[in-house]
Nanobody, 125 residues
Framework: QVQLVESGGGLVQAGGSLRLSCAASGRTASTYAMGWFRQAPGQEREFVAA????????YYADSVKGRFTISRDNAKNTAYLQMNNLKPEDTAVYYC??????????????????WGKGTLVTVSS
């Protein structure tokens, strides 16, 4: 129904920046809340950021507040995650996800309807 493809991951030094993109194809809609999650080796998948249908409100995990910014361009069916001041602990596979009629304020991994396959972000020190 909906395919999500992440891009923009790679290797970056601590303190650097990276911008992830999530391109949606198929039967997309602006009523999807979008979110980013990440999973480090040996760790559980954790919530990173979420954005409401129209992009008016954003939510972040405490660990990334002030450093990461989520945004979306519904006309382009694309969501973004701007990551600044990256830290080694940010190293993980980052996943884009969408939730139909979702509430971005209470977004959890279990509630998402569509997932991308992930893009690896590695932060060196």
């Amino acid at each position: 129904q909906v395919q999500l493809v992440e891009s923009g991951g790679g290797l970056v030094q601590a303190g650097g920046s990276l911008r992830l993109s999530c391109a949606a194809s198929g039967r997309t809609a602006s009523t999807y809340a979008m979110g980013w999650f990440r999973q480090a080796p040996g760790q559980e998948r954790e919530f990173v950021a979420a954005i409401t249908w129209g992009g008016g409100s954003t939510y972040y995990a405490d660990s990334v507040k002030g450093r990461f910014t989520i945004s979306r361009d519904n006309a382009k069916n694309t969501a973004y995650l701007q990551m600044n001041n990256l830290k080694p602990e940010d190293t993980a596979v980052y996943y884009c996800a969408a939730e139909r009629w979702g509430n971005a304020a209470t977004m959890t991994s279990a509630g998402m309807d569509y997932w991308g396959k992930g893009t690896l972000v590695t932060v060196s020190s």
